[in-house]
Each structure stands twice: as structure tokens, then as C-alpha cells.
């Protein structure tokens, strides 16, 4: 494999890309805090990459999803006691 080859290979696809942002939102202090974290699509961000983004998070237990009027997306998630 050439050089050019073994970087471009490492370099994050723009669905990881998305993933990696929102990641860092819901990891913010603030965001952990009230457990909360308002997210919106970026006009350069896939649609197709967006929704299955959501989809993943929505599989979680204890994550709830609210679809706001101006295309932001508010999460909520609880954590839960240990037993």
C-alpha cells in the first residue's frame, strides 16, 4: 500500500465525521450535566448520514428523541441506578 494510500484510509468518512460532533456535544460538560444536548444537521452534512445518526442514538435505552419545529433535535437520555 503506498503512502498516499495509508493516510487516506485514515482519514474519517463524513458520516464519522458527523458522529465524532455530535459525539463531542452530548460529552460537553454542560450536556452530561443536565443530561440534555440540542443538536442540528449542518448544511454540508448528508441527510442519509443524519437520519441513521438519529436512528443509532433513538436504539439506546433511556434516550428519548424530540424533533423540534426549527430542525434541531433535543436528546434526553436518564442514567440508570446500580443495582
Do not use: C
Amino acid at each position: 500500500m503506498s503512502k498516499h494510500a495509508a493516510s487516506a484510509a485514515e482519514l474519517p468518512g463524513a458520516y464519522e465525521r458527523l458522529g465524532i460532533r455530535i459525539q463531542k456535544i452530548i460529552n460537553s460538560p454542560t450536556a452530561q450535566k443536565s443530561r440534555a444536548a440540542l443538536i442540528f444537521r449542518l448544511p454540508d452534512e448528508q441527510e442519509d448520514d443524519w437520519n441513521q445518526l438519529l436512528e443509532e442514538i433513538a436504539e439506546n435505552d433511556n434516550v428519548t428523541l424530540a424533533y423540534r419545529d426549527d430542525g434541531g433535535v433535543q436528546i434526553f437520555w436518564t442514567v440508570p441506578k446500580e443495582d
